[in-house]
C-alpha cells in the first residue's frame, strides 16, 4: 500500500491545494500514512510570504526527513519556486509549482520531472484546491484563483505564483456542488486576489458573477469571502450581501498603511481616504458586518508621522479586528531596496500598539453581539462559527458541522479572545 503525508505551511490557497492534492492521491489508491506507518512520500507545500515563513519552511523539509527515515520529500510551492537550491541542498526532491496540478499524476507513475531551472510559476495548468469538510475542518473551502500581477513594493507573490488566472465559471460551480453534496454548511472562497477573478476569463467575467452562480448553483453552503482588496468591494458586491443571506457579512479588507505617503510606496492603488469610503459604504449598508484588515509596519520609509496616520485611520474607522504583520524583506521585491527600514524595537513597538488597538476593536464588536440571534456552523472545538466571524461558546454539545441558530446572551472574558456566549435556539 503506498502512503503518503502531504504538509503545507502559509494561506488557505496552499491549505487547498494541499487538500484536493490529498484526495487525488487517494483516488489512484494511495493511502494517507497514519502515526506509526511509513509513508513512501511527504509532499511539502512551501510559503514564502515572509522571511519566517520561508525558514519555517525549510526546517519543516529537514524535519519530515528526520522522522520519516527513507521517507522521498518532494518540496514544492511558493518558497520552494523563490529558492529552489535551499531544498536541493536538503537532498528533498524539487517541483515548480507549474507542475503541481499534476503531481498525484507524476507520483503515481514514478515521473518527477528534474529540472535545473524551474520553468516559470504559471506555466502550467491552474493547480486545483478544495477541502471538503471532514475529520479535520468543517467548513469547506474552494480556490478560486491564483497568482496576482499588481506587484506591490514588498510582495514576493507575483514572483512564486505567477499572473492571475481564474478558475473557470463551470469548473468553480462543479466543485461548489461537489462540496454542497458533501454536506458542506459553509465553503470560504479563496484566491491569491480573489477579487480578479473572471478577469483573465473569455468572455471577461467578475467576481459578483461567480458569487451569484455559486448561490444559485447548490442551496446548502453559506459563502464567505477569504479576502478582499478594498478597491474590489464594489457597490455590487454589497448589494449582493444586502440581498444574499447565505453570503457571510465579513469581509477582510487589506489596509497595510493609513499613511498616503506609505501607500504610494507599496504601490497600493488606493489612497487612506478611498479604503475608508469602502469601509463605510459596506458598514452603512450591511447591519452585523465584521470587517477585519491587515496591516504592515515598518515598511521602509514609515516614519512615526506615517505610523500616526495608519493608527488614527484604523482608530476612526469600524474595523473589527486587525492581523499586524511587521515587514519582512523578500528578496527581487521592490521594497527590499528601499532605504530607511526603521529600526526592530520600533516596528516591534509599533505592532503591538496595533495589536492592542486591534483587540479593543474586537472586544467591542464582540460585545455588541449580545442579545443578536446568530446562524452557526459548529466547529471541531465545539465552538459556533458565525457568519460575521464571530466564534461563540454553546451552551450545547452539539455535532461538528451543524448548523445552528444561538441567542448571545453573554460575554466570556476570561480566555484571552472574549467568548460570546450562545444559547442554541435550534
Ligand atoms: S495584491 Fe499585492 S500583496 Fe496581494 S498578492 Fe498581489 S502583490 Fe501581493
Redesign the pocket.
Known amino acids: 500500500m503506498k502512503r503518503f503525508l502531504v504538509s503545507t505551511l502559509g494561506c488557505k490557497v496552499n491549505q487547498a491545494e494541499a487538500a484536493s492534492l490529498a484526495s487525488h492521491l487517494e483516488a489512484r489508491g494511495w493511502r494517507p500514512c497514519l502515526e506509526g506507518q511509513r509513508a513512501q512520500v511527504a509532499v511539502l507545500l512551501t510559503c514564502s510570504?515572509t522571511g519566517p515563513a520561508a525558514r519555517q519552511s525549510r526546517q519543516m523539509a529537514r524535519r519530515l526527513a528526520k522522522e520519516h527515515p527513507g521517507v522521498r520529500v518532494v518540496a514544492t510551492g511558493c518558497d520552494l519556486q523563490a529558492d529552489p537550491a535551499s531544498y536541493v541542498e536538503q537532498g528533498c526532491e524539487t517541483l515548480g509549482r507549474a507542475h503541481l496540478a499534476g503531481l498525484a499524476d507524476l507520483l503515481d507513475r514514478d515521473a518527477l520531472p528534474s529540472e535545473d531551472i524551474l520553468p516559470p510559476p504559471d506555466a502550467g495548468e491552474l493547480c486545483p484546491g478544495w477541502w471538503q469538510p471532514g475529520a479535520a475542518r468543517s467548513r469547506g473551502l474552494l480556490k478560486v484563483q491564483d497568482g496576482?500581477?499588481?506587484?506591490?513594493a514588498?510582495?514576493?507573490?507575483?514572483q512564486v505564483?505567477g499572473r492571475p488566472r481564474s478558475l473557470p465559471l463551470a469548473e468553480a460551480v462543479d466543485a461548489w456542488q461537489g462540496l454542497g453534496r458533501a454536506g458542506a454548511p459553509e465553503v470560504v472562497l479563496s484566491g491569491?486576489?480573489l477579487g480578479r477573478w473572471g478577469q483573465d476569463l473569455e468572455p471577461r467575467t467578475a467576481l459578483p458573477q461567480l458569487i451569484t452562480a455559486l448561490l444559485e448553483a447548490h442551496p446548502g453552503p453559506r459563502l464567505r469571502l477569504s479576502s478582499l482588496?478594498s478597491e474590489e468591494l464594489t457597490d455590487q458586491v454589497i448589494a449582493l450581501a444586502q440581498e444574499e443571506s447565505r453570503l457571510c457579512r465579513h469581509f477582510h479588507l487589506?489596509l497595510?498603511s493609513g499613511s498616503a505617503r506609505v501607500l504610494k510606496a507599496?504601490?497600493?492603488p488606493y489612497g487612506p481616504e478611498d479604503y475608508a469610503e469602502r469601509v463605510m459604504a459596506a458598514s452603512q449598508a450591511l447591519s452585523g458586518l465584521c470587517l477585519g484588515a491587515d496591516v504592515l509596519v515598518g515598511l521602509p520609509g514609515e516614519d512615526e508621522a506615517a505610523f500616526q496616520d495608519t493608527y488614527d485611520l484604523i482608530h476612526s474607522l469600524p474595523i473589527n479586528y486587525l492581523h499586524v504583520f511587521p515587514y519582512s524583506p523578500r528578496p527581487g521585491t521592490r521594497a527590499a531596496d528601499m532605504p530607511g527600514r526603521p529600526q526592530g524595537v520600533e516596528v516591534k513597538q509599533r505592532a503591538a500598539q496595533l495589536r492592542q488597538l486591534g483587540q479593543a476593536k474586537r472586544r467591542s464588536f464582540l460585545a455588541a453581539q449580545q442579545g443578536q440571534t446568530l446562524s452557526v456552523v459548529v466547529e471541531r472545538s465545539g465552538l459556533g462559527r458565525s457568519a460575521n466571524y464571530c466564534l461563540v461558546a454553546l451552551d450545547q454539545k452539539l455535532t461538528p458541522g451543524r448548523v445552528a441558530q444561538v441567542e448571545v446572551v453573554g460575554l466570556d472574558e476570561t480566555s484571552e479572545e472574549p467568548r460570546p456566549q450562545g444559547r442554541v435556539m435550534q
Open positions: 510570504v496576482c500581477d499588481a506587484h506591490c514588498y510582495c514576493i507573490v507575483p505564483r491569491i486576489h482588496e487589506p497595510q507599496m504601490g497600493r
